[in-house]
């Protein structure tokens, strides 16, 4: 662990009380600052500015509050933050975690202009995920001010990339190991212990290319795949009517993206497809690429001059944690002092919580509430930042 360089000189006659307002108002002060940086992630919008300027403000907010902080390059100029507050004895880990990058802003009038309206601050970035990076570096601040944490270890780490491929969070549990993490995704103050997963699928259709007026030798690929797309409109109304799962409900499967055909007066040789199909607790990439062979074996079945393909691009693992796990049950217990909704809830987004889950660190998820997360007008509820914060202290103090 190398020691932070710069410790901030601790001011003489301040009591805790004043020293816990101060680390308040940093709180929220922190949370414009990060979301007037601009972190939309490069690898969804080719030139964006990444995580490394949101990297240094975070950083250097963990390290004035005096966490050990390290920037650590996963890819070219996009560091993770990974800071550490020393327990005063022996204990357990705790692993707060959020991530650095935002989606891009397309629409949006000001989107790095963080703007005040009745208690929510609005900008990219606000709710997903700001506002929690905000929560989890007050909350170390708060224990950090106020003593200390009396045992164990927190870890803080600001990961990159997890609104494309979640290269942070891969490279966070390559080096790091905690007893139980919180990922501070926007829940609305509710304790999330499940998520789906996702698997995204490349199909392709073969045709022959042709000049349009020669039927006869044009294969049409793009009314070929019209037979794959009415398929799977079958398969995800059989998928949405199984049994939901108690706290996802059920798997599904859309189509995102197509392409194919060179112009107006010829047969397509090639189509393409991209689609998505979200997972529940044991479905596995496997599953969903065997739903998407056995129609186009049955299409194959029906024509022998049906030609197509499928494979797996690349796919995300669900989440679920029991609640009986110790993490859980410490969080309801903080959670219930603090008069929130202590019934675990299922989330319908990923999050990080599957990577850390999948590497054995038993995770919950819990942020601000708020709105608009990915489109053009993304608020965050203030109070629910200070509130997630404060929640966050309580179960430090309690897991450590
Ligand atoms: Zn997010």
Redesign the pocket.
Known sequence: MTPSPYHPPIPVRIGYCDRVARAMDSTLHLLRDLVAIDSVNPSLVPGAAGERHVADAYATDLRDAGLDVQLIEVAAGRPNVVAVLEGRAPGRTLLLCG?LDTVGVDGMDAPFTPVEREGRLYGRGAQ??KGGLAAIAGAARVLASSGGLTRGRLVVAGVID??YASLGADALVRDWRADAAVVT??TGLQLAVAHKGFVWIEVGTVGRAAHGSRPEDGRDAIVRMGRVLAALEHVNRELRGRPPHPLVGTASLHASMIDGGREWSSYPDACRLRLERRTVSGETPETALGEVTSVLHALREADAEFDGHAQVAFARSPYEIDVRAEIVQAFIAVARGQGLDVTPKGVS?W?DAAILGTAGIPSVVFGPGGAG?HSVSEHVVMSDVLACRDALVRLAERFC
């Open positions: 991530h997903d995920m997890e609104e995704e926007p987004f999050t997360l």
